[in-house]
């Protein structure tokens, strides 16, 4: 499937990653669990409608988004990105997100280490 580069519209975005993510049926069942997947699959085309009242909200926007980058899916993102005037983000490999963390657990572990030693050294001289 060829995906335009530009979008007209936040709701056409959406629509895109929600294709690529299986379809409304699927994101809607993933979004609203307790109600019959028809019905969550309605309710999300008619929160894509700007005739209709129903919105999706920040946090559900927030699920479809982090679906979609585990999913390898940038649309929305990209997107929201361009919208606001920021440059195209650079989606985080999990390995090197996972290093990135150790690194930073290294050095506090290491910055533990020495304020152990200089509150032993401070310790010991005022006794």
């Given at each position: 499937m060829q995906l335009p580069m530009f979008y007209e519209s936040y709701e056409d975005a959406i629509r895109d990653t929600i294709t690529g993510l299986g379809g409304m049926k699927q994101v809607g069942?993933?979004?609203?669990?307790?109600?019959?997947?028809?019905?969550?699959?309605?309710?999300?085309?008619?929160?894509?409608n700007s005739e209709k009242r129903e919105k999706l909200s920040p946090g559900e926007l927030q699920l479809?988004?982090?679906?979609?980058?585990?999913?390898?899916?940038?649309?929305?993102?990209?997107?929201?990105?361009?919208?606001?005037?920021?440059?195209?983000?650079?989606?985080v490999n999990p390995a090197d997100e996972a290093a990135q963390l150790q690194k930073k657990f290294i050095q506090a572990v290491e910055e533990l280490k020495s304020l152990q030693t200089q509150l032993a050294a401070a310790q010991g001289r005022g006794a």
């Open positions: 069942n993933m979004l609203w669990p307790a109600l019959p997947v028809d019905d969550a699959g309605r309710r999300l085309a008619h929160c894509l479809i988004r982090r679906a979609a980058r585990k999913a390898g899916i940038h649309i929305l993102a990209f997107y929201e990105c361009r919208d606001a005037g920021y440059a195209e983000p650079t989606p």
